[in-house]
């Protein structure tokens, strides 16, 4: 079954570094999204991509953060210059539709800014 | 504001046993509601999907209720297994957007 993949599993880092967290979505889905979820607290949505641009972003997602499709099967989140408080689980998502079709998540990665 | 709550926050219940869980959302204007499982330390899995005009949806032993005008939902499950050891999020979309708007989640333990 196709399912979403996500590396590295788990990034360490140190504040102020630039980090890409790395997605392969699953390979006939169009739609592309980020979400993260920091420890004990509610996933929530950072940005939606379609037809290589950004079609929604949250206020979380500020100028910091930037998403890329580099190649036909690569999607990335970078943070630029990480802050403490961008410590979470960072997860990847990708559907074949809008609206009320299903986004398949991948496993993660988790981020640990020191 | 657009919000989810669910409840319990936890619930243990013995192997074999049914449950219920509930979601109530302020989300407006309403496009769909989804129940998702998680988990611990894994990405969420869908489980069930519902539009506005749909009551009811069944995915093996996890039935979902949806009644939009009191902006409610529940899912029961049925015949647990030590497997359904996980965290239940409601999820819920509004009209004309793809953001997911997550609740808490309920953390549900089956116990043999």
């Known amino acids: 079954e196709p399912e979403v993949t996500q590396t590295p599993s788990h990034q360490v880092t140190q504040m102020g570094q630039e980090v890409i967290l790395r997605c392969v979505p699953i390979s006939n889905h169009l739609y592309f999204y980020w979400y993260r979820q920091i420890l004990g607290q509610k996933v929530e949505f950072l940005v939606s991509f379609y037809n290589n641009e950004i079609s929604e972003k949250s206020e979380i997602f500020d100028d910091q953060f930037s998403v890329e499709r580099p190649d036909g099967s690569n999607f990335t989140l970078k943070i630029r210059s990480t802050k403490l408080e961008d410590s979470a689980m960072y997860f990847c998502?990708?559907?074949?539709?809008?609206?009320?079709?299903?986004?398949?998540f991948g496993p993660g990665t988790r981020l640990t800014v020191l | 504001k657009n919000q989810v709550e669910q409840s319990p926050q936890s619930l243990i219940i013995l192997e074999g046993k049914n449950c219920t869980l509930q979601c109530n959302y302020t989300v407006s204007p309403f496009s769909n509601l989804r129940w998702y499982k998680q988990d611990t330390g894994r990405g969420p899995v869908s489980l069930t999907i519902?539009?506005?005009?749909?009551n009811t949806k069944s995915n093996g032993r996890y039935t979902a209720t949806l009644d939009a005008d009191t902006k409610q939902s529940s899912l029961h499950i049925t015949a647990s297994q030590l497997s359904d050891s996980a965290s239940y999020i409601c999820?819920?979309?509004?009209?004309?957007?793809?953001?997911?708007?997550f609740g808490t989640g309920t953390r549900l333990q089956v116990f043999p």
């Open positions: 998502a990708s559907s074949e539709a809008a609206g009320t079709a299903y986004q398949f």
């Open positions: 519902m539009t506005f005009s749909e």
């Open positions: 999820v819920v979309t509004a009209y004309n957007t793809d953001k997911l708007i």
